[in-house]
């Protein structure tokens, strides 16, 4: 792996403490060589414009997700822990990232960063109905369901997750998460699983 300038590599940290916290429409380029203390002609030197750093920074992140999921679902845990804790790992990411990051990335990315972004998350998606393939072959997911339909709904299940007036019915944003993985898995029929 290439090891970074270390301008560059403060570049990269303001730049996505920047874009975590205002978006990064509302961010220049001017801004972030101020916060990280180099001038535009170094910036200009690692990064041709501000989405070649968009990309930069989305690249890192899928691959820090990347090894962070393959990690979890390597463990030799039952696939509903697994569940448990990719849905924890999600929540984490986007706890971090503030609702104008989000609409940027979602909503009112340039064209070029929504392509990109899309590519990831194709390639990412890609990886987690695979894994949930193998959890069917092995008997953890029922055959008969489709799994893109079991993506879809944990797509659903990771926005109710993050429901602000969801959370506040439970002592934690944990215990949450606990009954919709309980929920997801058994429906209302009784069924337990530990929180381990």
């Known amino acids: 792996m290439q090891q970074l300038n270390p301008k560059q590599k403060q570049i990269i940290l303001t730049a996505r403490s920047l874009f975590w916290k205002y978006g990064m429409r509302r961010v220049s380029i001017e801004e972030i060589c101020l916060k990280a203390n180099v001038s535009k002609m170094t910036f200009y030197k690692f990064f041709k414009n501000k989405t070649e750093l ?16 393959q990690s979890i679902m390597g463990q030799n845990i039952p696939f509903h822990k697994k569940v448990v804790q990719t849905i924890n790992m999600k929540l984490r990411s986007v706890d971090q990232m503030s609702p104008e990051f989000y609409a940027d990335l979602h909503q ?8 990109h972004f899309h590519n990831i998350s194709g390639r990412v998606s890609e990886l987690i109905v695979d894994d949930y393939k193998k959890a ?34 439970y002592d934690s944003p944990q215990d949450l998460i606990m009954e919709l993985t309980r929920f997801f898995f058994y429906g209302i029929s009784p069924g337990e699983i530990d929180a381990q």
């Open 108 to 115: 009112n990315a340039v064209r070029e960063v929504s392509e």
């Open 54 to 69: 968009v990309k930069y920074i989305l690249n890192k992140i899928e691959e820090e997700s990347i090894n962070e999921y």
């Open 136 to 169: 069917q072959k092995n008997g953890e997911i029922r055959k008969d369901l489709k799994i893109e339909f079991i993506i879809y709904q944990l797509e659903k299940l990771f926005a109710m997750a993050g429901d602000k007036n969801l959370i506040n019915l």
